[in-house]
């Protein structure tokens, strides 16, 4: 039986979703809530054509026993923020068990689909899961996702870029405190190379992910356009934001619930966006948060860093 224990709602959902289409943005959550996203992301991830989700995931693959190898045997608690379908957490999940680790598997996610789904492979793997749905930007989620003192080590995963869906500065330092002496984080991004990177956005199975909310409410394809940009984020060198948004080519009329939502001709949707770095900006905004690498990583192709790091 699958358990999911839910700090977030899927009523509050819709009522955040009416209020970010309201302030004309709308965050990385929504592009996993609706059938329709999630039936786009998991055809994202399984095209191949989605090159972040085949880095991270061949990280793991060709890493997951060298990893394993810095935990000794026993009781760990592998909590998966953003965890998606889980099947890259499985990954790590068995290379610990060959280790001898004790592995209980605590998938996080705002997408009841996707925790099921994460929660299921790991139940048929035989791993104890309780899936917990939440957002964990959400100061008063984090805090719940917080261990008790008494409870096993634990190994928090923010894999896949997901660092990079939000404000990685801020996050990093928020997700520190959630890590207590012998806790540790796995944590990966992806390298910034210019107008490749960019170029890897622009294909049509990722579209087809970036365009399914707005289908979900019945804004079509020719209704606008998406537009993606890439600018510096002047906080730190080597920090880097791909933003994107739709553009209203006629007015339009969104429904969610009842509810029609207008968007005028030309106004613009701010949608989701993604950070990228130089290698040593990544490992600054970890050491800036007080956490010290121990591990790191990267892909075939060096256009992916996974990291970890602990408590400094």
Known sequence: MISIHALLTENDLADQFVRAFR????TEKFFYWFPLSVRAWLALCSDGAYRNFVRSRSLIARSGTELARLFPPGPLEVMS??????????????ALRERGVRVSYVPVDTSQALLEM?????????????????DFTVPAHLAALAAEPETPARLVLLIGNTLGAFDPIAEAQELARLLRPGDALLVDGEIYAGDATVAGYDNPLNRRFAWAPLNAV???????ELVFAT?????????????????????????????????????????????????????????DAGLAARWQGRSDDDRFLMVLASPA
């Open 118 to 134: 994460a929660c299921a492979g790991a139940l048929a793997a035989r791993f104890p899961a309780q899936g917990i749905k939440a």
């Open 81 to 94: 923020l953003g965890a998606g379908q889980g099947d890259k957490d499985l990954l790590l999940l068995e």
């Open 23 to 26: 302030d004309r943005r709308l």
């Open 231 to 287: 600018t510096d984020d002047p906080r730190l060198p080597g920090l880097h934001l791909i933003p994107k948004h739709f553009r209203a080519g006629r007015d339009l009329g969104a429904l969610i619930g009842g509810e029609t939502l207008r968007l005028a001709r030309g106004e613009r949707l701010a949608m989701n966006h993604s950070y990228k770095y130089a290698p040593d900006t990544f490992l600054r905004i970890l050491g």
């Open 218 to 224: 019945g804004i079509a394809d020719g209704d606008g």
